[in-house]
């Protein structure tokens, strides 16, 4: 079983925090992505990696940036924390076309 | 890019009747198309797809059929139970693609 793990399952953070959500899957996945998940948005798109260091843009990367140093694990910073980033932040991996993704536990995230 | 709009996005049934949740895509590349279940407090998961080369698939009490000229797809689930309650996302992408455009969420609530 491909095991996606997200570093923490809830996190609490002052407004204007830099912040660190990480992702590491174990099998050897090319495509890491990062979610958002809001009550009636779904799930939306911040950034995504189909390589080492290479990243993409999502539909909502204003106020995120990311970093993949090594292939089996990708994060997502938040520069500078704000109230309305406080969400569910789904990380997934896969192989990419014709395959689906493996989700992350989830890590919800509460600015203060 | 692709746009995939679900409904409802949420619904309500008797245990033992069948929920049905459709999706309609825009890109007539898209050829493979999962659906995922997330249960209240838990990671999504991949529980059937179908590609653009079939037309219906079945598993147990879940099927999906795809309709290609219309663009659009639906999960169809028979003999509800109440564990099936949870939100269910649809899901597109095309073979050429990436990333996953998925659906805004179906909250399907199964009454005892």
């Known amino acids: 079983d491909v095991k996606v793990t997200q570093s923490s399952r809830y996190l609490v953070k002052r407004t204007g925090e830099k912040v660190f959500l990480e992702c590491v899957q174990d099998m050897d996945h090319e495509n890491m992505f990062w979610y958002r998940q809001d009550p009636g948005l779904g799930l939306r798109l911040i950034y995504f990696?189909?390589?080492?260091?290479?990243?993409e843009k999502g539909d909502i990367p204003e106020g995120y940036s990311v970093s993949r140093e090594k292939k089996e694990r990708f994060s997502l910073i938040l520069e500078s924390a704000s109230t309305n980033q406080t969400s569910m932040y789904l990380c997934?991996?896969?192989?990419?076309?014709?395959?689906?993704?493996?989700f992350g536990s989830g890590t919800r995230l509460t600015v203060v | 890019g692709e746009n995939v709009e679900q409904h409802p996005s949420t619904l309500s049934v008797q245990e033992g009747d069948s929920a049905v949740i459709k999706c309609t895509y825009s890109d007539s590349a898209s050829n493979y198309f999962p659906w995922y279940k997330q249960e209240l407090g838990k990671r999504p998961q991949l529980i059937i797809d179908?590609?653009?080369?079939?037309g219906e698939k079945k598993d147990q009490r879940i099927a999906v059929t795809l309709n290609k000229t219309a663009k659009h797809f639906s999960l169809h689930i028979t003999e509800t139970q109440p564990e099936d309650s949870a939100v269910y996302f649809c899901a597109a992408i095309t073979n050429t693609g990436n990333q996953f455009y998925f659906g805004t969420g179906t909250s399907l609530t199964v009454i005892p």
């Open positions: 997934a991996s896969g192989l990419g076309q014709g395959v689906g993704y493996t």
């Open positions: 990696s189909y390589d080492v260091k290479m990243k």
């Open positions: 179908i590609r653009s080369n079939v």
